[in-house]
């Protein structure tokens, strides 16, 4: 980009010194196609969405270990009689976690068709002028790459978050497990309001994270642009071909509008401009590179 940047900016130069009259005070700007298709602050927002996005999904793996957990305790003496009559504490563990794993690939299973509907939603109701900017937005669909990303992170959630459950839930004392109506030890109880703080935790990074995006949204609605907006009106002016077909008819039609707009006594000021701030307006030049 700077070695591109720099020949540019010797071939402007170059223009402006033999033609004048086209090319007087107009510079180049080199930058690369990511650069000009997103925004300067884009990636940092994106990647604060995907954080706020690991977030959820980590409220919804401590909520799922908590219920394992809770569900561990529950079957203390279904476990404690299969270690009773010999399974193996790798066995029991292997099954809750093949269990955990199981939930996870039917909330998967469930998770793909909302992510169809919220596709088909933004496709719908964003519209052009914002979605014309985004690089690929045409093609952006529910694929077999993403597939199979989001299968492998939800069995990978699930055997995590199961594990340690199914950990927990694998040592029983026997003794205890085997009574009519044992109750949870101190220490599963701990682990359980272990997970509770640690959602609560997670929930509070959470808010604090969406809290700062939507300053960040306000500030960039809000900030000031360099100029005060207020008093100022814009409007545009055509020029039919057949009626001004040349640049001294046109000429003439916008000097005339700007006579009679600064006549009118509410008017401090008005001039012309091909472009306005923050306006579609411009005049790119398209460079394709074989």
């Not at 077999?144 to 199914?166: H, W």
Request: glycine share 8%.
């Amino acid at each position: 980009t700077d070695a591109a940047r720099s020949e540019m900016n010797v071939l402007s130069a170059t223009l402006a010194k033999e033609y004048p009259a086209a090319n007087a005070g107009y510079g180049v700007n080199v930058m690369s196609l990511s650069t000009a298709m997103f925004e300067e602050g884009l990636p940092s927002i994106m990647l604060m969405l995907q954080v706020v996005v690991g977030l959820v999904l980590l409220i919804a793996g401590a909520n799922v270990a908590n219920l394992l957990m809770v569900r561990g305790v529950a079957r203390h003496r279904e476990l404690a009689l299969r270690l009773a009559v010999g399974a193996s504490r790798w066995r029991v563990v292997r099954q809750l976690i093949v269990e955990s794993m199981l939930l996870a690939a039917i909330g998967v299973a469930l998770a793909v068709p909302l992510a169809a509907l919220g596709v088909r939603f933004m496709k719908t109701f964003i519209p052009p002028e914002i979605t014309r900017w985004i690089l690929g937005w045409a093609e952006i669909d529910i694929d077999a790459r993403l597939l199979a990303i989001t299968m492998v992170v939800g069995l990978l959630m699930g055997a995590l978050f199961g594990a340690l459950p199914a950990l927990r839930a694998s040592r029983p004392d026997l003794t205890d497990a085997l009574k009519e109506g044992a109750r949870a030890s101190s220490g599963r109880r701990r682990l359980l309001e272990g997970f509770v703080v640690a959602q609560v935790a997670l929930a509070l990074a959470l808010l604090v994270s969406a809290g700062i995006a939507t300053r960040g949204g306000m500030t960039l609605l809000t900030q000031y642009d360099g100029y005060e907006p207020r008093g100022v009106m814009t409007f545009g002016v055509t020029f039919p071909q057949n009626a001004y077909p040349d640049d001294g008819a046109r000429l003439h039609l916008a000097e005339q509008v700007l006579e009679g707009v600064q006549a009118l006594p509410q008017v401090e000021l008005a001039a012309f401009s091909n472009t306005v701030p923050f306006s579609e307006g411009g005049s790119p030049r398209p460079v394709e590179i074989e």
